[in-house]
């Protein structure tokens, strides 16, 4: 422990008396852990956002999609990048076989589309409206109020009521009473009865516009997309959710004459999955995160190479009486080398700080629950360590090589 201590002590000396050389390596590795430590706590901070929030809407309650691929995807139109394609929609007779089995509670339906809201002379163009079943609150969580959602009976008779989200009463009533007012989506007049506040998250406040009505009476009035209606299946208390997984699933092949062996036409995508897939597109940040830390870090890796040749050249006397007096190469090695890392790491805990204290102010003055994971911690000062052996071998290497003879003769 005693050489470690001993280059320590050196490398603390020489950046007292080298403040000006010794800026740039530490400015260059603490910009890229700051950088590792910002980005990974906002991404850390939304991912357990997005995680509670699924764990307050249904946890137990599975969704059936006509096609589902985690992660992101490309498409340029081909057959080959549009695997969808060979799926069939989910259709109406299909949702109500599926409500029949015993294994299952409820299904709600959810078609989705953008259209013109008016109230009298003021309009909004592009509004998100959803056709939804009755149940829909159940499996959005959050809560409708003043007013209420729409009861079984109107969603069967595919009534002409809709509940809006609070953006949307804002925008659109600006602070007058929604309540039993008249709006026109796609031109036909709905009577509002609710206003839609979903559960605490992250996202709440930047919720666009919103209206959801009968599922039956969005078909018939709302122009939409047709083929993408999925359904949210909630298992009867009896049942556990793989039950229920299984019988819909078998259900469904059924209705599709699928043979044994072949592949499902059509996706169960339970909420594990879901979180599977929004963390794979996280992981997309990550990699950028990784990318802009390594600028950084490279910038701190040339100015500790840069810092140590120099250091070698106006210590080369005293390299020559070390070995004289019997030090090995390893010796020396060992001694440039953790004088490298410790340069890089007083980079490290600077920038560690610094991010820190930004992730904090983030989970202050913004939405963002930031937070800084304990890994990240020990990444970052763990590559700023290893920048510094990297980039200081070939000095240390160079100074463990010097002839004790001629050493001895530089001036």
């Not at 208390?237 to 793989?242: E, G, K, N, P, R």
């Not at 953790?338 to 920038?351: C, K, M, N, S």
Request: aromatic share 8%.
């Amino acid at each position: 422990m005693t050489p470690l201590f001993e280059g320590v002590g050196i490398a603390l000396a020489s950046l007292r008396a080298n403040k000006g050389r010794a800026a740039l390596t530490i400015l260059g590795v603490a910009i890229g852990v700051m950088v590792v430590m910002i980005i990974a706590s906002m991404i850390s901070g939304i991912n357990r956002s997005v995680s509670n929030l699924f764990e307050q809407i249904a946890p137990r309650t599975f969704l059936v999609w006509r096609f589902f691929q985690a992660g992101v995807t490309i498409s340029d139109g081909s057959e080959e990048t549009s695997p969808w394609r060979r799926n069939p929609p989910i259709s109406a007779a299909e949702a109500d076989r599926i409500a029949e089995l015993p294994s299952v509670r409820y299904v709600t339906r959810r078609e989705e589309s953008s259209a013109r809201v008016e109230l009298a002379a003021r309009a909004l163009e592009s509004v998100n409206v959803a056709g939804l079943s009755h149940q829909w609150i159940e499996v959005n969580g959050g809560d409708v109020y003043p007013g209420r959602s729409f009861t079984r009976m109107e969603d069967l008779a595919n009534s002409r009521v809709a509940v809006i989200n609070k953006k949307l009463e804002a925008q659109l009533f600006q602070g007058r009473d929604p309540i039993g007012q008249t709006i026109r989506i796609a031109g036909v007049p709905f009577e509002v009865i609710g206003v839609y506040t979903p559960p605490p998250s992250l996202f709440s406040g930047a919720t666009p516009p919103f209206a959801g009505i009968p599922h039956g009476a969005f078909v018939k009035y709302v122009p939409y997309f047709k083929g993408w209606m999925r359904l949210a299946v909630a298992p009867a208390t009896t049942a556990s959710q793989q039950q229920a997984m299984e019988e819909v699933s078998a259900a469904l092949r059924s209705m599709r004459h699928l043979k044994p062996g072949q592949e499902n036409s059509f996706s169960i995508v339970t909420q594990d999955k879901l979180l599977d897939s929004w963390n794979q597109v996280t992981g997309v940040f990550f990699l950028v995160m990784i990318a802009l830390s390594s600028i950084g870090l490279m910038v701190g890796g040339v100015g500790v190479v840069a810092i140590m040749m120099i250091s070698v050249t106006e210590r080369t006397r005293e390299i020559g009486v070390r070995k004289a007096l019997g030090a090995t190469k390893s010796a020396i090695l060992w001694q440039f080398l953790v004088e490298a890392a410790t340069l890089t790491l007083v980079g490290g805990a600077i920038g560690m700080l610094v991010g820190g204290a930004v992730a904090w102010l983030l989970s202050r003055v913004t939405p963002i629950p930031a937070y800084v994971p304990v890994w990240s911690v020990v990444v970052a000062l763990a590559a700023s360590a290893l920048t510094g052996i990297g980039f200081g071998l070939y000095p240390a290497n160079r100074a463990a090589r010097l002839d004790p003879v001629e050493a001895l003769r530089y001036e």
